[in-house]
């Protein structure tokens, strides 16, 4: 290319010329230009408004002249002559006849021969071009838009580019179109329609920003828009308008959402799920409450509460099929599926869990795909099948951090270190820790199923012959997790609680007594394979302490759980603990 240019930039000057040849292939490509004649000059400026690729009907259409002027034919056919631009086969724009410039360094050389007046009337002309035209992408046309001075038009083409990244699971160009409609709606002239675009684009920017972003910044973004859509209702005495009411529930969904994904269930998530849920109900909208009453069921789901967590989901499930929504379907049976797991049918919910992940990755969701291979992780680590619970997640947490989705990255990185740990693979568990720490840090401390983890973390102590330490961490998260009713954390720290406390020799009746509490929550929400860990460790612990025969009910109650789950790692755990040594 740049030998081509400084042949003709030579060949194309008079032999008596005194002119400098230019310093840049730019300056060359814009001196030719130059020696173009009018037409030529004015068509290949025109071109270059819309980017590497172009449409004659464009250039006709920026130039102010008929879409099919036989002088635009003729000046890009010089062009074409000219070796400048090159006439494509294919065109994205129907019957338009599609042009591209040959290299871009063109397409910068004529671009920069434009004024500021030039590109703003021209990126004007070229978005209405394109919008007549049918252009699909509507980012394109919102950024011609924009460079075009024209903001009220740009930003419902940015959120309608949202949307569709969104759809097809481009979660980073999403965020970027949210957040370009959010910047241009923050500045633009006070209306209702620009008010309730504003708002709609903040809560729009959080969806795809609850694995990335912090809770704080989140937060920041539905405040704004609470308020956007609540300054009306209070500033009127007339009845509140609908679409300020959907919007507002919609904040108040995604406040219980960031909340959730920031690890704080009870005291916020839950506040902001049920004012959203009462509030998609006062104006009927079957959307919006299917919605609301899956993230209900979700959070029962990470709380251990499988059967009221179900009867959410199932409900949801049915609005959403009516509403022919399979992206939250997809969602909703993936949860379905771990809440078979946790009432003791492992196999029957793995498969579902990977059947709505297959689909998920047909339809290239990450974020789903995402809650699959958490799922199904956690429901390995239920069968004790701690192999599969470290392929399902091994370095996706590393995957996720390189993306930008910092929460997901601290819950995969989570699940990766309790497998290894239980693999007794101490040093990488120690190394994924290091990574965890760190990112953790990042979002402040917390993020979904975090007391899972510590709990995860007090029983991996335990494993590694450190009770004292494994006492001391499950005290912990019994103190946080009882009062927040976290039942799948507060269960397993109640069995390290009583087998750590054998381990360093105190009472056997004390110790029990902690067994025997995580038993009996366990049992009160049906979390069957959790009843089946604990028995195992009650089964240890007194084989532990020379009861061989009192052990020996704990470790068939802890096999005839997992045989009838159909867990076979867990049945041979518990076989191999029950066969005398």
Known sequence: MILEELIRSIAEQDSGSSKEMPETVVAMLQARIGRFDSGARRAVRAASVFGQTFWSGGVAAILGLPKNAPAVTGWLAALIDAEIIERHADSRLGEEQEYGFRHA?????????????DLSTGHRLAGEFLEAEGERDAAVIAEHYQRGGEPERAAPLFLRAGDEAARLGLISAARQHFAAAATILGSAPASAAARRLQAEALIKQTGVSLFSDSREKNLERLVAAEALVSAPAQAAADAVDITDTRLLARAHYSMGRVNFYGGSYQELALFWYQQALTQAQQIDDPELTSVVAMALGTMRSLQGQPRPASQLLH???????????????????????????????????????????????????????????????????????????????????????????????????SLEEWAHGHLGQKEEAAAVRTRLLALSEEVGGR??????????????????????????????????????????????????????????????????????????????????????????????TLHERGAQEAAQPHFRSALEIFERAGCDEGMAQAQAAATPR
């Open 315 to 413: 409900r949801a499930l049915e609005l959403m099929s009516q509403l022919d929504n399979e992206l939250e379907m997809i969602r909703a049976s993936i949860w379905l599926g771990w809440n078979q797991v946790q009432v003791g049918h492992y196999r029957d919910g793995l498969r579902n869990i990977e059947e709505a992940e297959g689909r998920a990755r047909q339809l290239k969701q990450p974020l789903l795909i995402f809650a699959g291979q958490v799922l199904r992780a956690s429901s390995h680590r239920c069968a004790m099948n701690f192999s599969k619970m470290l392929a399902a997640v091994a370095n996706l947490g590393a995957a996720l951090a390189q993306q930008g989705e910092k929460v997901a990255a601290c819950t995969a990185l």
């Open 447 to 540: 993020y979904p199923a975090s007391d899972w983890f510590a709990a995860g973390r007090a029983e991996a102590a335990l494993r590694d012959g450190t009770p004292e330490v494994a006492l001391r961490l499950a005290q912990e998260v019994v103190e946080t997790s009882r009062p927040a009713s976290l039942f799948v954390s507060w269960v397993i720290a109640e069995r390290v609680w009583g087998a750590a406390l054998s381990r360093l020799g105190g009472a056997i009746e004390e110790s029990e007594a902690h067994l025997k509490e995580s038993l009996r929550i366990a049992s009160a929400e049906e979390l069957r394979l959790e009843m089946a860990h604990t028995e195992l460790w009650w089964g240890r």
């Open 105 to 117: 360094l063109v397409q910068d050389a004529a671009y920069g021969l434009l004024t500021e007046s």
